[in-house]
């Protein structure tokens, strides 16, 4: 099997603040891979130099066998989409689904787009009905459903999901996850997934990496990191904070 | 049509599913015009410009005289009365008729300012804060050195480089307005660049001329809609004030300015000749800056979740 995503010694610098210090890592494809660690561990400034959002310093990027110079082209976003944080940032605030979903075929010059769409909407759970609507019309969940058929109907083979439930509240968290999966089921689709969740991590990945101050601390297999057997004292801290608090 | 239409009617602009484009788009209008109308100042200001338009639009048949030819013999600065609503200037000429045609030159002024003005301010102001760097620097400083212009001493210089006349007096108002739209623009652009929705269209692919053209420049629209019905007020003075020192409208255009010009000699003992312009100019310009304050209300959109 190759990589979907080979990542070589990333360095991402910020004016002079150095966000990512040479981290590597391959996802296989087809897998769902977690990345993992405290607020300002860089991960997801990984996911921004994938997409070329983020000043990549040195290191190399390759994407299904094809190494990805300093822009990247049409073809790239054909193939790699992101879903983003914050549903109700990641929405265009005066266009309508339908435009919002219109958007990227226009762009891409597809000309069935009134039967992706319409399947779009329908793969995530949303009917015609919300076709027409605004984002501000929409609960929190509905956007992110329609930020994931966005991200979807370019038929990427990979999709970049950066913490894309922490914004939800816990039945819709349950809800998004299971479509995620769904969708990566059917589609066969690649996920690198951040978050800061590890049950969330350990739910729907079979591999990840744990990452602090910019640096990758170890690579774990979810069942590891579910019966514990972690190397990396700072792992272990990540999981007894996860456990919650704990009456004395 | 019955109270029940009227009513599904409502509902169907205000369903919070909408099934086709064109009723998101209607629906959307109207929730901006409920919020528009609920101004009263705002429709009365709207009335004012419709009146304005009306005015222009059927001078010919609202104005009893000529606005150029007076009768010299008879009528010279006759005080108003019934056969001169406003009395007569110092050429014998209608002083209403010359209001209302001079209508149709105040919205000339107005409109062509607009249309003018307004695309460069948007243009170069989300072109500067979207690129950033070099381009916004120079933009944003050649935008700086109009700025530190007094607006009216700049487009005299303008006017009496290319010549006195209405056309050259819109195109010194024009140039000489465009400098706070652009520093709207690029605000706005600047507190939109980084959002994920932009990024979003950034991840599509797109380029930057589409994702400026269109993904930000619809959300500074409506700012700077408002700052040019603002300003309306602002391009009418000046064009009064650019044909009050002659340099605007040349005789015998029935220019508003250019009216109270010719009034001001007659000032204490003819009252009437400068002050119906004035009046006119008055009026319009309320409209106008109670219009913008009403669509202020209607369309920012940081007052409610448009």
């Not at chain 1, 590597?24 to 494809?29: F, K, M, P, W």
């Not at chain 2, 106008?288 to 979740?305: E, K, M």
Request: aromatic share 8%.
């Amino acid at each position: 099997m190759t990589a979907a995503i080979a990542i070589q010694g990333l360095e991402v610098v910020f004016d002079r603040f150095r966000a990512l210090k040479g981290v590597s890592l391959e996802v296989r494809e087809g897998e769902s891979y977690g990345l993992v660690g405290e607020s300002g561990s860089g991960k997801s400034t990984l996911l921004k130099a994938i997409t070329g959002l983020a000043p990549v310093a040195s290191g190399t990027v390759t994407v299904n066998g094809k190494p990805l110079g300093k822009t990247r082209d049409k073809a790239f976003y054909r193939e790699v989409q992101m879903v983003f944080q914050d549903p109700y940032g990641s929405l265009h605030p005066r266009q309508t689904v339908d435009r919002l979903l219109q958007e990227p075929l226009a762009i891409h010059g597809i000309a069935d787009g009134e039967k992706r769409i319409e399947r779009a909407l329908d793969e995530v759970g949303l009917g015609k009905g919300f076709r027409f609507r605004y984002a501000h019309q929409l609960s929190g969940g509905q956007r992110q459903r329609v930020a994931i058929a966005r991200a979807l109907i370019l038929e990427p083979s990979i999709l970049l999901l950066d913490e894309p439930t922490s914004a939800l509240d816990a039945s819709v968290q349950a809800e998004v996850l299971n479509l995620l999966e769904e969708v990566r089921r059917r589609r066969k689709l690649t996920f690198l997934m951040v978050s800061h969740d590890l049950a969330i991590i350990t739910h729907m990945c079979e591999r990840l990496m744990v990452m602090q101050n910019g640096e990758a601390v170890e690579t774990l297999t979810a069942s590891q990191l579910i019966g514990h057997r972690v190397s990396e004292d700072y792992t272990r801290n990540l999981l007894r904070a996860s456990e919650g608090f704990v009456r004395a | 049509m019955s109270a029940e239409t009227i009513q599904s009617r409502r509902e169907w602009l205000l369903s919070d599913r909408p099934a086709s484009r064109l009723q998101a788009r209607l629906g959307r209008a109207y929730v901006s015009w409920r919020r528009f109308s609920a101004n009263r100042l705002a429709l009365v200001g709207m009335l004012i410009i419709i009146a304005l338009l009306v005015v222009a639009a059927f001078a010919d048949v609202l104005a009893p005289y000529s606005p150029t030819v007076g009768d010299l013999k008879n009528a010279r600065l006759l005080a108003p009365s019934a056969a001169h609503w406003f009395g007569t200037d110092d050429l014998g000429r209608d002083i209403y008729s010359r209001i209302v045609y001079g209508a149709r030159w105040t919205l000339y002024v107005v409109i062509l300012v607009a249309i003018i003005a307004a695309p460069i301010g948007l243009l170069v102001g989300t072109v500067a804060g979207y690129a950033g760097g070099w381009t916004d620097t120079i933009l944003m400083r050649v935008t700086d050195i109009f700025l530190a212009f007094p607006k009216l001493v700049l487009a005299l210089a303008f006017v009496a480089a290319l010549g006195p006349g209405i056309e050259n007096a819109v195109l010194a108002i024009a140039i000489t307005s465009w400098p706070p739209y652009a520093r709207i623009a690029r605000a706005e652009t600047l507190t939109v660049r980084n959002s994920d929705y932009i990024k979003a269209v950034q991840l599509m692919g797109a380029s930057p001329f589409r994702i400026v053209l269109r993904h930000i420049m619809p959300l500074c629209i409506s700012s700077l809609i408002i700052r040019v019905t603002l300003d309306m007020a602002g391009i009418i003075l000046t064009a009064a004030g650019l044909g009050f020192l002659g340099l605007g409208a040349q005789p015998p255009l029935p220019e508003w300015g250019a009216m109270i010009a010719s009034g001001r000699r007659f000032i204490l003992d003819q009252w009437w000749v400068a002050a119906a312009p004035g009046a006119a100019i008055l009026i319009v310009s309320l409209g106008f800056n109670l219009l913008g304050d009403g669509l202020r209300d209607a369309l920012d959109p940081r007052s409610g979740d448009q």
